[in-house]
């Protein structure tokens, strides 16, 4: 039993090895190089930057890598690619913005910090962090007892010891901590509070790897993805909703109430105020200083990052988009059953006698490439104008017969300008509501004058403009509509 426990935890842990992208960064060759560059830039105050900032950043290191020595030959922009492709960066879309943004995944996160720290290790055998184990412990201890008399007897012991405690403040019978002991107790909250930034992206990784797979549930004809859907039309999160999702809402809510935000900086500033808070280093102090705005900022990424997936699926579901998902996979899983039949008769590399003319995208060298001069393009000729010519009424029967013409819109477009004048021409009525169709409304107000109207001595111009936004005119016989007309073609 023994040695196979022994077994099954050597190949998981191999298997980790191979995946894991913060160990992968440890083994690299320039693997100091990439986590000192990438814990400058993303793993302190800053932890997500766009791409093209990034780059810069790491260029102008780089360049003062290669004065000292180092072999970094690749430009900023081929390292972030190789370590997007590798795990160690996620390269999103900005939340409000087109650009992307670069920053660490959970599992390099904990690689830098581990190896950043390694030169500087934090005591854990300290009083502080037992205090706190011990705390926690008898709390958990409380808060799970189910007897009434359990819980009363532990909530009686603290009051006793507050009781006890408030009677010596008031007599003035107590030591402040100082000193080593007190800085002993602030180093071991740095310690803690350092964890809590770098989760985030654990979090959010976590909160993808569901989205993902409710999607998937979703979209595949497996028995339970009933349940999913029918919980997302009742309106059920079921992100938000999930362990996971749970767990950073309790957290967010804490960090966003403005009560605990004030207590937390007013009781901050006065820890930092302390003669022995100078006993740290100063990169310490300024971590505690930004922890708690940074933490804000990170737990509202997150919290945006988590209402975009919620809405985001909730759209793919009421959509019906997942219908044509699921249409797609039962072809493409009916496709490789063929495949798999037609592989015992064929060998895959057999030659067909077919041809097949496969898309594809023409590749050329860059020296290929030529400057575009604007005066090649330039017209030099005289532009000729060419006078409107008469459209002839039986072409625009055909037209009519042709075209949807909204005659709803032209009528009640007829009927509010004799409403203001009384009477108006073709070309009038379009000077005061445009042809929304283009030539289709022209050609709905000559049938409704040949209906309605009276033709008079005379041609007009009339103008529209065309889909593609061509301005076009054209001469045409001249009807008038009156007040008299149209009521009577109504009749």
């Known amino acids: 039993m023994g040695t196979n426990g022994v077994v099954a935890d050597a190949l998981r842990l191999a298997r980790r090895v191979r995946e894991d992208a913060g160990l992968a960064l440890l083994r690299a060759d320039l693997g100091p190089m990439a986590a000192a560059v990438l814990n400058e830039h993303l793993g302190g105050e800053v932890r997500r930057r766009p791409v093209a900032e990034l780059h810069e950043l790491v260029d102008e290191d780089l360049a003062a890598l290669r004065a000292a020595g180092v072999d970094a030959s690749r430009t900023a922009r081929a390292y972030c690619d190789q370590w997007r492709r590798d795990g160690v960066l996620v390269r999103a879309p900005a939340p409000g913005a087109r650009a992307e943004t670069y920053e660490l995944s959970a599992s390099a996160e904990a690689a830098i910090r581990f190896l950043m720290h390694g030169d500087h290790p934090r005591a854990t055998v300290t009083r502080p962090r037992l205090d706190t184990?011990?705390?926690?412990?008898?709390?958990?201890?409380?808060?799970?007892?189910?007897?009434?008399?359990?819980?009363?007897?532990?909530?009686?012991?603290?009051?006793?010891?507050?009781?006890?405690?408030?009677?010596?403040?008031?007599?003035?019978?107590?030591?402040?901590?100082?000193?080593?002991?007190?800085?002993?107790?602030?180093?071991?909250?740095?310690?803690?509070?350092?964890?809590?930034?770098?989760?985030?992206?654990?979090?959010?990784?976590?909160?993808?790897?569901?989205?993902?797979?409710?999607?998937?549930?979703?979209?595949?004809?497996?028995?339970?993805?009933?349940?999913?859907?029918?919980?997302?039309?009742?309106?059920?999160?079921?992100?938000?909703?999930?362990?996971?999702?749970?767990?950073?809402?309790?957290?967010?809510?804490?960090?966003?109430?403005?009560?605990?935000?004030?207590?937390?900086?007013?009781?901050?500033?006065?820890?930092?105020?302390?003669?022995?808070?100078?006993?740290?280093?100063?990169?310490?102090?300024?971590?505690?200083?930004?922890?708690?705005?940074?933490?804000?900022?990170?737990?509202?990424?997150?919290?945006?990052?988590?209402?975009?997936?919620?809405?985001?699926?909730?759209?793919?579901?009421?959509?019906?988009?997942?219908?044509?998902?699921?249409?797609?996979?039962?072809?493409?899983?009916?496709?490789?059953?063929?495949?798999?039949?037609?592989?015992?008769?064929?060998?895959?590399?057999?030659?067909?006698?077919?041809?097949?003319?496969?898309?594809?995208?023409?590749?050329?060298?860059?020296?290929?490439?030529?400057?575009?001069?604007?005066?090649?393009?330039?017209?030099?000729?005289?532009?000729?104008?060419?006078?409107?010519?008469?459209?002839?009424?039986?072409?625009?029967?055909?037209?009519?017969?042709?075209?949807?013409?909204d005659l709803v819109e032209l009528t009640d477009a007829v009927g509010a300008v004799l409403a203001e004048r009384g009477a108006a021409t073709v070309g009038e009525i379009l000077g005061e509501h445009p042809a929304t169709q283009g030539l289709a409304s022209v050609v709905g107000l000559l049938l409704l004058a040949r209906r309605q109207g009276q033709e008079v001595a005379g041609n007009e111009t009339v103008a529209w403009t065309t889909s593609g936004g061509a301005e076009r005119s054209a001469r045409i016989p001249r009807f008038l509509f009156t007040d008299r007309t149209t009521k009577s073609g109504d009749a």
């Open 133 to 405: 184990v011990s705390t926690q412990i008898s709390r958990l201890a409380r808060d799970c007892d189910p007897t009434a008399a359990g819980r009363l007897h532990a909530l009686r012991a603290e009051r006793a010891a507050l009781d006890e405690e408030i009677a010596r403040a008031e007599a003035g019978d107590f030591v402040p901590v100082d000193g080593p002991e007190a800085a002993e107790r602030l180093t071991e909250i740095v310690s803690l509070a350092e964890e809590v930034p770098g989760d985030f992206a654990r979090v959010r990784a976590e909160i993808l790897a569901l989205s993902r797979s409710l999607r998937e549930r979703v979209v595949t004809l497996d028995s339970s993805r009933g349940e999913v859907l029918d919980d997302i039309f009742r309106g059920v999160d079921r992100i938000e909703s999930s362990e996971a999702g749970r767990s950073f809402l309790s957290f967010h809510q804490l960090l966003t109430d403005p009560d605990s935000c004030a207590r937390l900086d007013e009781d901050l500033e006065s820890i930092l105020d302390r003669d022995f808070a100078t006993r740290l280093e100063d990169a310490d102090l300024r971590f505690l200083r930004c922890w708690r705005p940074a933490l804000t900022r990170e737990s509202t990424a997150v919290r945006r990052t988590m209402t975009g997936l919620s809405r985001s699926l909730d759209r793919f579901v009421r959509s019906r988009a997942f219908e044509a998902h699921r249409r797609l996979g039962a072809e493409l899983a009916e496709a490789q059953g063929l495949a798999a039949r037609l592989a015992a008769q064929a060998a895959p590399q057999a030659r067909l006698d077919l041809d097949l003319e496969l898309t594809s995208v023409p590749l050329t060298s860059i020296g290929a490439w030529r400057l575009r001069n604007p005066a090649d393009t330039a017209v030099v000729e005289e532009i000729t104008v060419h006078e409107p010519t008469a459209l002839d009424l039986e072409e625009v029967r055909r037209i009519v017969r042709a075209s949807e013409i």
